[in-house]
């Protein structure tokens, strides 16, 4: 079993819609819990950081953590064609040397 | 955060050949990463370069294929050595700035071996 579970879809949406995005993870020491957004040919890009349990907003995009039940989300709200590409999960443990286990990346096509 | 500039952003290269990749932050950060990734696979951590230290490998990838160099806080390569077409991936580097900032990759080289 992976420590981090990440269905790589691909997931398609029409425009508009609320796209929910999951990972699960095993390691329950697992306390940093981050977002990225990678668009094909480039590098991942860093979209929403969270520490610990909770809820975290940034215009469009909300990130929750559930450390009870080793489950964390992205959703984004009002989806645009531009939201189209691989969102990948990513984590780690204080005690990890800043090593960070990621998902599988799940590939998001917002249809026009 | 900080900028990373990466280059070459892409190459085709013979096999037996050698290819330096150089990574060149904006900023002065102390962990920087390489990362391998295959097409449409996630990424891959090949090793952890610290500035004053040896770099540190993960399973599956050894300093004589893989060698790094830190020089300082803003700058590092990796090479592949005696590539072979199963080295064709993508490869990123990343940089820590601590963890409450996240981390920031380059835009990566995309490698073919022929």
């Known amino acids: 079993q992976k420590e981090v579970e990440q269905d790589p879809g691909p997931l398609s949406v029409p425009e508009g819609a609320i796209v929910s995005l999951n990972c699960t993870y095993s390691?329950?020491?697992?306390?940093?819990f981050m977002w990225y957004r990678q668009y094909s040919r480039k590098g991942p890009e860093l979209l929403m950081y969270t520490y610990s349990s909770g809820n975290k907003e940034d215009g469009r995009f909300t990130a929750q953590v559930d450390k009870s039940s080793k489950y964390i989300s992205l959703f984004i709200r009002d989806s645009q064609p531009s939201d189209s590409a691989t969102y990948l999960c990513a984590m780690s443990a204080r005690t990890s040397n800043y090593q960070l286990i990621w998902g599988a990346g799940t590939k998001l096509i917002i249809k026009p | 955060s900080a900028v990373i500039s990466q280059k070459p952003s892409r190459d085709i290269c013979q096999r037996g050949t050698s290819l330096t990749i150089q990574c060149q932050v904006d900023?002065?950060?102390?962990?920087m990463f390489w990362y391998r990734q295959q097409p449409g696979q996630s990424l891959t951590l090949i090793a952890t370069?610290?500035?004053?230290?040896?770099?540190?490998?993960e399973s599956g990838f050894v300093i004589d294929k893989f060698p790094i160099s830190r020089p300082n806080l803003t700058f590092s390569t990796l090479t592949v050595s005696n590539m072979s077409p199963e080295d064709s991936s993508i490869y990123l580097c990343s940089v820590a700035q601590g963890r409450d900032y996240g981390y920031t990759f380059g835009s990566g080289t995309r490698l073919t071996v022929v």
């Open positions: 370069a610290n500035q004053g230290s040896e770099a540190t490998y």
């Open positions: 390691n329950s020491a697992f306390q940093y």
């Open positions: 900023s002065q950060v102390t962990m």
